[in-house]
């Protein structure tokens, strides 16, 4: 029987017309209709389906810019006329730092900064006025960065669904780039602060100039005319001058001396050059030389063209560069020496300022592709912790998912080393140790993916050196990339590591004598023309349309800090072979052998200062499950009273692990300056996971007797306890 409700006005009327015509119709007539029925009823099915594969379609859609829009690298709300959030992205909920669902109808004014939320409701009202986009920039206060700049683009709309305005708003975080504007603003302001002092400088010397020609006409013929006018461009140069005689005194100062030495000519009459021009090494501090006595000597001219610093009387340093030049008499005897010297403090401050900038961008694009293999190590870190729990619900060993885990938190640990290394210039915290499980890893590491194999040819007798594992680890990796990129078609990297012994009379340039591990990263690529070897070492410096010159410049640096040596042999070509050399050490690698135990087991009392009450609790279990008794401070204070607590009772710590960093708190250094008042004998190791902070790499020269980068394995942390609290014992009992 039809259903009537549920036809179309077609099917209907094609109903109707059967019904009341199949009374008269005949066999041959209803079967020719029924056809043509089935027939329309297919094709009415044909349509249904496509129209449920169009609606599939438009959810699909709807989905993708659903995506597109939560996670937008920008973020977008929708206001109504009081300012309230109907819609929000994803992106915009994790920089306010709040779940989406508890922003919906919530004030957004609650987190614009007091001062700009009157700037906020005009905003919106004169986007509802004008119509057409406005744009503002406003302070908000974010839970997880604090306060933030930002930059508001809203136009207003009107829902017909919610029969509503709302304000369609996106929004950038533009705190970095207002800082960077700021500074090239200061930059720019000194900048034409400089060009018109130099200006007026350079009028008032041209007047001087003019006026000095006058007067030599008018009194050629008089000596003390002369003498007066060459004293009269002498005080009215911008560069510093001061003259002397065969035994060294000042003679003469001209004003601009006067200002960068800090003396009077007045005060200076009667003292030598030595006691008024203190210059010393930019880099070292160490004094320079007497290079006036050198002049009266010699009779030669002295360019110092390289940045020196000249202590003033009052102890300022300015950086200046100078020349010194004999005065000769009539017969060409040496009468004296004239020292010119040029104040380049602001010019190389402005030359840092900009430099700093363009390291910015620089570690934008580094950051990229060390975030690119740390997503990796957290892919991985996730996996095997859902598999571990999922074995342990079904009573399965988790073992070898536990060590994964842990490889893949220490290479992930090592990539942030790597960023900061760059980024900050971190200074490298040594360890005695083997390269060849490095150089394989960093290898296999870099080649992931890609065409390219290698060959290793390692030997087996490799002496140990000290060194930062986690830069040498990016030296190899950097190099592996750049020989990697040279063969795009594929081919062959050949890495060997062998020992060597330089000798003094060596041809190898910049090295000491001595005994040295050789690197060798071997490519097939098409080599590097002649013209640019001086200058693949230096930064920014790059043949690549998307390099950004960095890698090489910064695995120059890494190994100049350790002491050792980057060179590189190449032809276009013919390929290039990177030599990396390392000084040797003969001194035992105790870590590795104490790591070698299969056993960890420790005793003694120990104090572990941390802020972070997740490592503070976890590091404090372990020690205290494999033997140590162990107490948890979370600052300097808490640690100072548990420490002279336990000193007192008779019992003290037998060693004390610090924190370099405590935010709002007493951190590592001004905790042990405190402990060692109490306990001269005190032991303790620094913890921190900035690497680059001088006490982590000079620990010794402020009281540590050794060093802990975080994260750190407690094999790691146990093997050093086990070693100060054991030299420790040892003093004691030669003690009694």
Not at 203 to 216: D, F, G, V
Not at 681 to 690: C, D, L, N, P, R
Not at 699 to 707: N, P
């Amino acid at each position: 029987m039809l259903n009537y409700e549920k036809l179309t006005k077609a099917e209907l009327i094609i109903a109707l017309k059967s019904v009341q015509s199949t009374v008269n119709m005949g066999e041959n007539e209803r079967e020719q209709l029924l056809h043509e029925l089935q027939v329309h009823q297919v094709e009415l099915e044909m349509q249904n389906q496509e129209l449920r594969e169009t609606q599939q379609q438009l959810e699909e859609t709807s989905n993708l810019y659903a995506d597109l829009y939560d996670f937008a690298p920008v973020g977008y709300i929708s206001f109504d006329d009081n300012g309230y959030i109907q819609e929000i992205n994803l992106t915009s909920s994790t920089m306010l730092g709040t779940e989406r669902s508890r922003l919906i109808n919530t004030p957004f004014a609650t987190y614009v900064i007091q001062s700009d939320r009157g700037k906020f409701r005009d905003h919106l009202w004169n986007c509802k006025q004008t119509n057409k986009k406005v744009t503002i920039e406003i302070g908000i206060l974010t839970k997880e960065s604090g306060l933030i700049q930002t930059q508001f683009s809203s136009v207003a709309v009107y829902d017909t669904r919610r029969h509503m305005n709302l304000y369609r708003t996106a929004f950038f975080d533009i705190t970095e780039r207002k800082r960077i504007e700021e500074v090239l603003q200061r930059a720019k302001d000194e900048l034409e602060i400089r060009v018109k002092e130099r200006t007026a400088e350079l009028t008032k010397a041209n007047a001087t100039l003019q006026t000095e020609i006058i007067e030599r006409k008018q009194v050629q013929k008089n000596l003390a005319a002369e003498k007066e006018q060459l004293a009269v461009t002498l005080f009215s140069i911008g560069d510093g001058v001061i003259t002397t005689d065969t035994e060294e005194g000042i003679v003469l100062m001209n004003p601009v001396a006067e200002s960068l030495t800090g003396w009077t000519k007045e005060a200076a009459s009667g003292r030598t050059i030595s006691e008024v021009f203190q210059i010393i090494n930019e880099k070292t501090s160490e004094p320079y030389k007497d290079l006036i006595a050198e002049t009266l000597e010699t009779s030669e001219i002295i360019n110092l063209e390289i940045d020196v610093g000249l202590i003033s009387r009052d102890g300022l340093v300015h950086l200046i560069t100078f020349n010194i030049a004999p005065i000769c008499n009539l017969h060409n005897n040496n009468v004296g020496a004239v020292l010119v010297f040029h104040d380049v403090t602001n010019q190389r401050r402005l030359e840092k300022e900009f430099l700093k900038i363009q390291k910015l961008e620089s570690i934008g694009v580094l950051a990229g592709g060390i975030a690119h293999d740390f997503n990796n190590f957290l892919a991985g870190i996730l996996a095997s912790t859902q598999l571990s729990r999922i074995k342990l619900e079904k009573g399965k060993e988790i073992t070898t998912d536990l060590q994964n885990i842990e490889k893949a938190t220490m290479k992930a640990a090592g990539l942030t080393k790597q960023l900061l290394t760059f980024a900050k210039g971190g200074e490298p915290v040594k360890k005695v140790m083997a390269l060849s499980e490095l150089i394989k890893d960093a290898v296999y590491f870099a080649l992931r993916g890609s065409k390219v194999r290698s060959e290793l040819a390692i030997a087996g007798d490799l002496w140990l050196v000290e060194a930062d594992e986690g830069q040498i680890n990016q030296v190899i990796n950097n190099l592996m990339i750049n020989a990697d990129q040279a063969m795009p078609e594929g081919g062959v990297i050949k890495v060997s590591a062998e020992n060597m012994k330089i000798n003094s009379s060596s041809d190898e340039r910049s090295l000491q004598a001595g005994n040295y591990v050789r690197i060798a990263i071997t490519d097939q690529g098409v080599g590097i023309p002649a013209e640019n070897l001086p200058y693949i070492f230096d930064p920014y410096f790059t043949t690549k349309q998307e390099g950004n010159g960095l890698g090489l410049a910064s695995s120059y640096a890494i190994i100049k800090k350790h002491n050792g040596y980057l060179d590189v042999k190449s032809a276009p070509g013919s390929g290039s072979t990177f030599y990396i050399y390392l000084p040797a050490t003969f001194e035992a690698n105790v870590a590795a052998m104490k790591e070698a135990e299969s056993v960890l087991k420790g005793s003694g009392k120990v104090l572990l200062m941390d802020d972070e009450i997740n490592i503070r609790n976890s590091a404090g279990e372990v020690l205290s499950l494999i033997g140590y008794q162990v107490q948890l401070a979370e600052d300097g204070s808490a640690a100072i009273a548990l420490y002279t607590q336990a000193k007192e009772s008779g019992v003290p710590f037998d060693a004390v692990i610090l924190d370099l960093t405590i935010p709002g708190g007493m951190g590592g250094r001004e905790t042990l300056k405190k402990l060692i008042q109490i306990d001269p004998q005190i032991k303790a190791i620094v913890s921190s996971g900035y690497s680059d902070d001088p006490i982590m790499s000079n620990y010794y020269k402020y009281g540590f007797c050794d060093v802990v980068t975080k994260p750190y394995r407690i094999e790691e942390i146990h093997e050093k306890l086990l070693t100060i609290i054991e030299r420790k014992t040892h003093i004691l009992i030669a003690k009694g």
